[in-house]
Nanobody
Framework: QVQLVESGGGLVQAGGSLRLSCAAS????????MGWFRQAPGKAREFVGA????????NYASSVKGRFTISRDNVKNSVYLQMNSLKPEDTAVYYC????WGPGHSDYTRYDYWGQGTQVTVSS
């Protein structure tokens, strides 16, 4: 069983930056791809980006490509989402998720474990 805890959300003005962190514990015998998703009120959960276990393969949603960067530190069992040039439409609850032995899917149904989410609000 893997526990995921996100942190780093908050309120930021448009054009600003935030760095989200996701700390994982438990289940370290498996190799997990990690994904970031977000969900705004009244909208479906949306893929943001994902990284494979080794960190060498990353993919991003087109809406964030060039602005957001995923990284991971397997020694610290953590994954990060650096968000730059934030826009009001980036406002959402952001979730990290773990996919055992996966490559880093964009389909949220492929993920086995989820964090509780952290709120990101971008003001115009």
């Amino acid at each position: 069983q893997v526990q995921l805890v996100e942190s780093g959300g908050g309120l930021v003005q448009a054009g600003g930056s935030l760095r989200l962190s996701c700390a994982a514990s438990g289940g370290t015998s498996s190799r997990y791809a990690m994904g970031w998703f977000r969900q705004a009120p009244g909208k479906a959960r949306e893929f943001v980006g994902a990284v494979n276990w080794g960190g060498g393969s990353k993919n991003y949603a087109s809406s964030v490509k060039g602005r957001f960067t995923i990284s991971r530190d397997n020694v610290k069992n953590s994954v990060y989402l650096q968000m730059n040039s934030l826009k009001p439409e980036d406002t959402a609850v952001y979730y990290c998720a773990a996919d055992a032995w996966g490559p880093g899917h964009s389909d949220y149904t492929r993920y086995d474990y989820w964090g509780q989410g952290t709120q990101v609000t971008v003001s115009s």
